[in-house]
Structure formats: structure tokens, C-alpha cells
Nanobody, 126 residues
């Protein structure tokens, strides 16, 4: 069974940091573009980070640029999201996803991702 499983969510105060991880089972990630997405209450799901295969091109929206860092470890079939200087508006359920084509992530939601995790909750509150 092909699965992506996120971990590392939790509650943190504004200005704090969290590290999210997403591990694959049933398939290997090395040939997939990977992304992190989030959905805040009452809002549409949005992309927050993408990383390509090969030379690992990364893409971030302006809302998280300079604060979030996506990375991947193909040997461990895991993708990470380092989140610094968290703000209340970063609250939401964070999902990882994989796609064969990088544009599926970088142009989300125009194109769909192939595999999704079930999400992990991040709450930023004082």
C-alpha cells in the first residue's frame, strides 16, 4: 500500500519553530517532486513548499519565503519542512504530497498531486 505519513505537528507560540517530516511507505520518493501544503480552517488548501528531483529546485510562496525550508532525503524516502518564526496565520493542517511532475506542485492547484498524506495539525497561538 502506497502511503505518505506526516509527523511533527503540534502547538507552538508565535515566533517559534517546528520541524515536520513525511515518510513514504510502499514506494520510493526519489523520482517524485515533493511538496508541503496546508489548509487553514475555512480556507482552501494552499501550497507552501515544493522541491524537485535531481538538483532539488525549491519554490515557496511569498507568505513563507525566508521562514520555511523544504528538504528531502531520498535514502530515507522522507521529506522535511523546517518552519521558523511561525505566525498565527500559519495555523492549519499540513499535508505532504508527491507528484511525477514538478509543475504539479509549483502550479498547485492548477494540477493535481499524485499521492497525499493525511496531514498533521500545526497550531500557532499564544
Amino acid at each position: 500500500q502506497l502511503q505518505l505519513v506526516e509527523s511533527g505537528g503540534g502547538s507552538v507560540q508565535p515566533g517559534g519553530s517546528l520541524n515536520l517530516s513525511c515518510a513514504a511507505s510502499g514506494f520510493t520518493l526519489d523520482k517524485y517532486a515533493l511538496g508541503w501544503f496546508r489548509q487553514a480552517p475555512g480556507k482552501e488548501r494552499e501550497g507552501v513548499a515544493c522541491i524537485s528531483t535531481g538538483i532539488e529546485i525549491t519554490t515557496y510562496p511569498d507568505s513563507v519565503k525566508g521562514r520555511f525550508t523544504i528538504s528531502r532525503d531520498n535514502a530515507r524516502d522522507t521529506v522535511y519542512l523546517r518552519m521558523n518564526n511561525l505566525k498565527s496565520e500559519d495555523t492549519g493542517v499540513y499535508y505532504c504530497a508527491a507528484a511525477e511532475a514538478y509543475y504539479s506542485c509549483s502550479s498547485y492547484p492548477k494540477y493535481g498531486m499524485d499521492y497525499w498524506g493525511k496531514g498533521t495539525l500545526v497550531t500557532v497561538s499564544s
